[in-house]
Structures are given as structure tokens and as C-alpha cells.
């Protein structure tokens, strides 16, 4: 039996830089808001609260801005299924049933894993996992870390480590010298990135930048104990107590897909197509953010604003942002020319690395598999309790495999609110009521 029934004008789903955005912008046009949400404090990944020092200024303001103008936060909630104008939610007291008029998908993303040999062993984690984990106070006085993979990311997680205790063996960035030279010549365009650029660097003063240097493998025995890097043309080890390593990133399209929005390419990944209003091809569903394509918080806050607004019926205020939007996915797209993974880093799993660690299947496992359908009922990879959000994107870099559909729920869930989900009838699409 479903517990709880709730309505609103717009629905957010995702309490990340764009859905706190989107929402603000829809309370400001008198829409009743309610917002969706994972996490049990508001922010996202990139705003992610840090027990010890708190979030950042820009968080708290949108988080202030959000309370003051009465929007309702389902925090601990994840939606499990959806159909009709309303959404099945799964939360700390059971299941909800959200009923809607306009839904706006502000799900953000998640780090791109890229197996390589040695990278289960515990100690070895993501670019943003390390982050995570530090500000949920995870003890890293001490601890010493090697940040590797590709992008500003690294930048930002060397940042975290260094202020919560760890000492920082070095930041080793796949691109070449000459692509981050490059991309750090055309920066004068955005004077602000140029500055929290500096202030960065500043801060990590005495941790070595090396260009053109990517993991090979972890060593260890129980867990990591140093690293095998591949530095120019020379091979180098470096005795390490954790290893972050990130790739990049992946937009969490799921909710999209089991909606029915179209979706694009880009590059070996799909995002949610949208129109210049952030509407997607479902009437009354809008994408904002990182589902939209990888670019970042100046993205997801003005592409939350516009989708907030319109979904608001106020177009015409939406229109003053677009100039601002196409100045932050330039901004995004530099990035992604500049900052794109090589070959080498994509070809680094053998036979014997593991690409599904859910279900334990092994890279030499897939040969002669080109299909997602053949590859999960022979080995069963993206069958486990991830459901393919790390294995499936990996493979798609490393193999050029596609991602098999979807269907709900989306999540994981407990057998009482799949009880709820069968017992839903068809839905009043004028009401959003279930009946």
C-alpha cells in the first residue's frame, strides 16, 4: 500500500546546483516545488556538505533562497518508477506517490571507472569518491595520496585531500602538456576560472602537476600499496596508501530513459536531448545539467534557472538566460577538446582485470561478445547491485559496447515499496492523483 500522497506544480528531481536552481526560479513564479533527493542534506556531489567545514557560499545561498520561498525537500528519497504525471518514491519511511505538472531532471552525474589492473584493491577509489569520503570524514590526516586521471576534477580532489590532512604525492593528468597549455591560453575569456585556477594551484602548493603521465596498475597485496605510472615515455612506481583516480564523468540519464526522452550522443555516452527551453521531448519534462552533457556548475545553475522558469509557464524571463548558458557549455566544450581520454588510458585492462565487480566477470570473459544482451545472459556483467552504472559506461570506452535499455525500478528497492508499485492503478493525468 502506498503511504503517502503528495502533489505539486514542479517536480525537481536532484537537489544539485541545477535542481536548486530550477527550483528556486519555479518558487519565484508562485509554483508550489517540491524537490527530490538522495542525499540527506541538500547540495549534490559537486556541493556536497563537508561534516567539518560545511558547504560552499554559493550552496548556502541557493539553499537559503530555496527554504525562504517554500519548497518542500523529500531528502533520503530516490524515485523508483513513473508513469502518468506521477513518480513512486522511495524513502526513509516507505513509498510515496508524487503527483506532478511539470518535472524537471536535474540528476547530475557520476565518475566515469575505467578498469585497469589493481583497481578493486581497496584504497583505490574515484577522483570524486575521494572527495566524498573526505567530507563525510573519512581519516585522511596522513594518508598519502596519488591523484591521477583527467580534467580539473583533479585539481578540485588534491584541493579536498590537502585540506583534510592527506599528503598529496602528486597530480598525474593524462592530456599533454600541450593540451593543458592550451587550454589554459584560451582562459582568458572566463576571468573567473582564471582566478579559481590560481587560487588552486596556490593552495597546492608543493604538489607536483605532471602532464602526460596515467596510471597503468595498482600493487598490492590486501590493499594499495603504490602505483605503476606511465610517465612520458619512462615507467615509474610511487608507494602510495590511496589512490584517486577520475576519468571523467557520466550523466545520469536513467530516470530519462524510463520516462521515454530522446536522447543524443555525445561522444561515446548519450545525454537527455532538450530544446533552447530545456524541455525534453515528453510534454512537461525538462532536463537541466549534467544529464544534459558534462559541463559543470556554471551549466547546471543558469540551465536550472531556464528550466525552473519555464516550467513555471514563464518563458519569456527564461530567454534573458540564454546568452549566460551559451557562454558556460563554451566553457564546458573547451574542456572536453582539451581534457578528452587517449588511447592508452582507455586500453588499460588485460585479460585478467576485472570490468564487472558486482559479478565478478573478468575483460577476458567478453571476447567475442558485441552485444549488452548476449554479454549480461552469459556472464551476467550489469546484472549486480549497481545495475550496470559502473561496468556500462566502462565498457562503452574501453569496447565500444553499448548499454542495454532500462526498465523499473531504477534503483534497488525494498519488497514493500515494489508492493506499492504493482498495487498502483492508472493514474488521473489531469489530477496527478493515483486512484
Not at 31 to 51: E, K, S
Request: hydrophobic share 45%; aromatic share 4%.
Amino acid at each position: 500500500m502506498v503511504e503517502k500522497i503528495l502533489n505539486c506544480d514542479v517536480a525537481v528531481i536532484g537537489a544539485g546546483p541545477a535542481g536548486l536552481s530550477a527550483a528556486a526560479a519555479a518558487a519565484s513564479r508562485g509554483a508550489r516545488v517540491v524537490i527530490v533527493d538522495a542525499q540527506p542534506v541538500a547540495g549534490g556531489q559537486i556541493w556536497r556538505n563537508d561534516v567539518r567545514l560545511g558547504a560552499p557560499a554559493p550552496a548556502l545561498a541557493l539553499r537559503d533562497k530555496v527554504n525562504a520561498a517554500g519548497v518542500t525537500l523529500l531528502s533520503r528519497h530516490e524515485v523508483v518508477a513513473a508513469s502518468g504525471k506521477q513518480l513512486l518514491l522511495n524513502g526513509d519511511s516507505g513509498a510515496t506517490t508524487l503527483g506532478y505538472g511539470a518535472l524537471v531532471l536535474a540528476t547530475g552525474a557520476r565518475e566515469l571507472l575505467l578498469p585497469f589492473p589493481g583497481w578493486t584493491l581497496p584504497g583505490v577509489t574515484g577522483a570524486g569518491g575521494a572527495q566524498a569520503l573526505a567530507k563525510q570524514g573519512a581519516p585522511m590526516h596522513g594518508k598519502r595520496v596519488l591523484v591521477a586521471g583527467s580534467g580539473p576534477l583533479l585539481l578540485a580532489t588534491a584541493y579536498t585531500l590537502k585540506r583534510h590532512g592527506a599528503e598529496v604525492l602528486g597530480i598525474h593528468e593524462q592530456a599533454t602538456r600541450q593540451q593543458v597549455h592550451a587550454f589554459a591560453a584560451s582562459l582568458w575569456r572566463w576571468p573567473a576560472k582564471v582566478l579559481q585556477a590560481a587560487q588552486l594551484r596556490m593552495a597546492l602548493t608543493g604538489v607536483a602537476y605532471h602532464c602526460d603521465s596515467h596510471v597503468l596498475r595498482a600493487l598490492g597485496d590486501a590493499r594499495v600499496q603504490a602505483v605503476e605510472l606511465q610517465r612520458g615515455t619512462r615507467r615509474e612506481v610511487i608507494e602510495c596508501d590511496q589512490l584517486a583516480c577520475g576519468f571523467g564523468l557520466v550523466p545520469n540519464i536513467e530516470l530519462g530513459q524510463l520516462l521515454a526522452c530522446e536522447l543524443r550522443a555525445e561522444g561515446r555516452h548519450e545525454v537527455i536531448a532538450v530544446d533552447e527551453f530545456q524541455r525534453t521531448s515528453v510534454a512537461d519534462v525538462f532536463a537541466a545539467g549534467e544529464t544534459c552533457g558534462i559541463g559543470g556548475v556554471d551549466c547546471a545553475t543558469v540551465e536550472g534557472t531556464i528550466a525552473g522558469l519555464v516550467a513555471a509557464n514563464a518563458p519569456e524571463a527564461a530567454r534573458h538566460h540564454f546568452h549566460r548558458r551559451q557562454r558556460a557549455r563554451h566553457f564546458a566544450a573547451l574542456l572536453r577538446s582539451h581534457f578528452a581520454l587517449g588511447d592508452a588510458v582507455r586500453q588499460l585492462a588485460d585479460a585478467d582485470t576485472l570490468v564487472c565487480r558486482c559479478e565478478d566477470v573478468r575483460f577476458s570473459d567478453l571476447a567475442g561478445m558485441h552485444d549488452a544482451r548476449q554479454i549480461k545472459l552469459k556472464t551476467r556483467c550489469g546484472m549486480g547491485p549497481c545495475q550496470g552504472r559502473i561496468c556500462g559506461p566502462a565498457l562503452a570506452e574501453i569496447a565500444d559496447l553499448p548499454r542495454s535499455g532500462l526498465r523499473p525500478p531504477v534503483f534497488p528497492v525494498p519488497l514493500n515499496v515494489l508492493a506499492a508499485l504493482h498495487a498502483a492503478t492508472p493514474t488521473d493525468s489531469s489530477s496527478g492523483v493515483m486512484k
